[in-house]
């Protein structure tokens, strides 16, 4: 769980865009190749984002996380490995901002109000000891970072706007089964007699006889069009299934809950989610690497997670989202 979280850090702080945004497009954009000479953010913009990231990973799974060793990785313990995907994420902001400028993409004045309003929250709620290990930042340093997100999922919001990204139900819809597996012929010929008498319990006969004892299964039809998934999808609720070969195997089926509506618009949102991120990735990828944003600044080597302890301010993009509509 603690690799499988800190291994998504990136995404979870880039929700905003996965989930609203993606470049699909340059849109008139030129491409030029290089490396772009923009100064990064300040060192106490930057001690926002690590510090409200932070606390919430250490809030949640304590200190001793960033001490723990991580495979795979340039860097050989979670706390290195934190700090330089904060780094690669306000890179990725910074070169979006670089895009908004040649775009004339900005913070409306309302949209401003609301950005003042959020950093004024946040502010506010800093202890000093927050405010230490943030670099001691101002108001007008909550307020400038605040700003270069939002004009960055701006921006990415701008890019998708011709793109057709959404998912219907039919294509996601997740029903509930029952399902009797068997090796041989004879045998689940002789179960599909039993369980189509009047009044047979499915759940029982499924229960003393199939081989494969999960005999409860929720199935989703985007995940695959085999043959067990063509036979559970074209079944009405009740109705049991004839005999299906599958593998060697023998499969008799019985749809208990034809469409689970809550489970099918959990599966739309996260199957539309991932195509945003996929095409998020891969579009700006591409355009990253032709436009390359390098912070330099010396004070990433001197990051101390271990420092300010009492430091317990996690809610930089909660605010955030919970104030903020791009839609």
């Not at 989930?19 to 100064?39: N, R």
């Not at 950005?115 to 405010?131: M, N, V």
């Not at 930042?137 to 706007?161: G, M, Q, R």
């Not at 593998?247 to 689970?260: H, L, P, S, V």
Request: hydrophobic share 35%; aromatic share 10%; glycine share 4%.
């Amino acid at each position: 769980m603690i690799l499988k979280n800190i291994k998504k850090i990136t995404v979870v702080l880039i929700s905003c865009m996965l989930m609203a945004c993606s470049l699909v497009s340059c849109k008139g954009v030129e491409i030029t190749g290089k490396t772009e000479d923009v100064a990064g953010y300040t060192e106490a913009e930057c001690r926002i984002v690590i510090g409200s990231e932070r606390n919430r990973y250490q809030n949640a799974l304590g200190a001793e996380i960033w001490n723990l060793p991580v495979e795979n990785q340039f860097e050989t313990t979670y706390g290195p490995y934190f700090v330089a995907r904060i780094k690669e994420f306000l890179q990725d902001i910074k070169t979006l901002n670089l895009l908004a400028e040649r775009t004339g993409i900005i913070a409306t004045s309302t949209e401003m109000d609301t950005i003042r309003t959020i950093a004024g929250q946040f502010y506010d709620s800093l202890t000093p000891e927050d405010k230490e290990f943030m670099g001691d930042c101002s108001l007008d340093d909550v307020i400038h970072i605040y700003t270069e997100y939002f004009v960055a999922c701006k921006t990415a919001n701008y890019l998708i706007s011709d793109a057709d990204l959404e998912v219907s139900d039919a294509e996601v819809k997740v029903i509930k089964i029952q399902l009797i597996e068997k090796s041989d012929l004879a045998e689940a010929q002789k179960l599909l007699e039993l369980v189509n008498v009047e009044g047979a319990n499915f759940a029982y006969y499924a229960r003393q006889n199939s081989e494969d004892t999960d005999i409860e299964k929720t199935l989703s039809k985007s995940d695959s069009t085999d043959e067990l998934y063509t036979a559970a999808f074209s079944l009405e609720e009740g109705q049991i299934s004839d005999i299906i070969s599958k593998d060697g195997k023998y499969y008799i089926i019985k749809c208990i809950n034809a469409y689970d509506e809550e489970a099918t618009h959990d599966k739309k949102k996260k199957l539309e989610s991932a195509l945003k991120s996929k095409a998020f990735f891969d579009d700006f990828g591409e355009y990253k690497e032709q436009h390359i944003v390098r912070f330099r600044e010396p004070f990433w080597n001197e990051i101390d997670l271990s420092q300010n302890s009492e430091s317990k301010a996690d809610n930089f993009f909660e605010l955030f989202d919970e104030n903020v509509n791009l839609k």
